[in-house]
């Protein structure tokens, strides 16, 4: 099969080219109206081939699934026979379940709507809770899930000889664990109770931090309430210095600062979400994924 053709949003143009490059194929950007009643009109290339990968990153979701089915069903009517979804940043990974009676599961919701779109969806890092694999989640579908944890430790063990990598969170520590095992770097993990969006306690875990570099290693950066805790927490107790490397850089409204006021010296992240924190790029990931669908 030939290279695949990418096809992507303008906020997404750089990654998109960078895809495309390693893909060796062409990367169109996707042309959109907003009416002014809220309806979107989208234009694709009058023509596609039978191979073509949509890139669209899920952060902030609701407006980018609208113009994702979209932008999906349009492509299979213009002659796209294969579609694969690479969604750096998945949304609506974490509801899996009801956890309150008439709670709607828009993990099950999202996954079969993508399902029916793409023949398969590759992302990174995904938020997964009791589903342990993205297959489980497309029926009937392939879903990979690939790790920018490696990338992130390697970057981090250059940078920070020595570092003790933190994970923040029960769920971060399998991340944490791969990152601090490839590089040969000590790691322990926290545990965090959430009371809510914006209030979380970190405990740490018995590990001795004091006089250590200490590095936050997490999926996601939201609040960064997480973040903050972990670091104060490290910080009250003789860490050195603490740092923050995570995959996904949402860094909603005042987070990076709050990052910042809690003591943190650097953060770094992968470019599945563009921020100005970005330091490994996920591109070659993501290219060796796509290859091995073919
Ligand atoms: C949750 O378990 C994730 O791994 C992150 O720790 C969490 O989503 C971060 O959220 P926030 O930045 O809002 O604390």
């Not at 906020?11 to 002014?36: K, M, N, Q, S, Y």
């Not at 520590?173 to 209030?199: E, I, M, N, T, Y």
């Amino acid at each position: 099969m030939s290279a695949p053709h990418v096809l992507a949003f303008d906020d997404e143009a750089p990654l998109a080219t960078a895809l495309a490059a390693a893909l060796g194929g062409g990367v169109d950007t996707i042309a959109r109206h907003r009416f002014p009643d809220g309806e979107t009109r989208l234009r694709l290339p009058a023509a596609l081939p039978a191979n073509v990968v949509l890139l669209r990153g899920l952060q902030d979701p609701n407006a980018k699934l609208t113009e994702l089915l979209l932008a999906a069903g349009g492509a299979r009517e213009l002659g796209a026979q294969r579609l694969v979804l690479v969604s750096p940043y998945l949304a609506y990974m974490r509801q899996d379940m009801a956890f309150t009676p008439g709670e709607v599961v828009s993990q099950r919701v999202l996954g079969g709507l993508l399902a029916g779109a793409f023949d398969a969806v590759i992302t990174v890092d995904p938020h997964l809770h009791r589903v342990r694999t993205l297959d489980e989640v497309l029926p009937g579908r392939r879903g990979i899930a690939l790790s920018a944890a490696p990338l992130l430790g390697a970057w981090v063990a250059a940078r920070v000889p020595g570092a003790l990598l933190l994970a923040p969170d029960e769920e971060a520590g399998q991340w944490v664990r791969a990152a601090a095992r490839a590089q040969g770097l000590d790691f322990a993990v926290c545990h965090k109770s959430r009371h809510g969006d914006r209030d979380v306690d970190v405990a740490l875990p018995t590990t001795e931090v004091r006089g250590r570099a200490v590095v936050l290693l997490d999926d996601v950066a939201s609040t960064g309430r997480t973040l903050a805790a972990a670091a104060r927490g490290a910080l009250a107790q003789g860490a050195a210095s603490v740092d923050v490397a995570v995959t996904h850089a949402l860094f909603i409204g005042d987070a990076l600062a709050t990052v910042k006021a809690a003591g943190v010296r650097q953060v770094w992240s992968s470019d599945c979400v563009a921020h100005a924190s970005n330091a490994v790029s996920v591109v070659p990931l993501l290219a060796g994924a796509i290859d091995a669908l073919a």
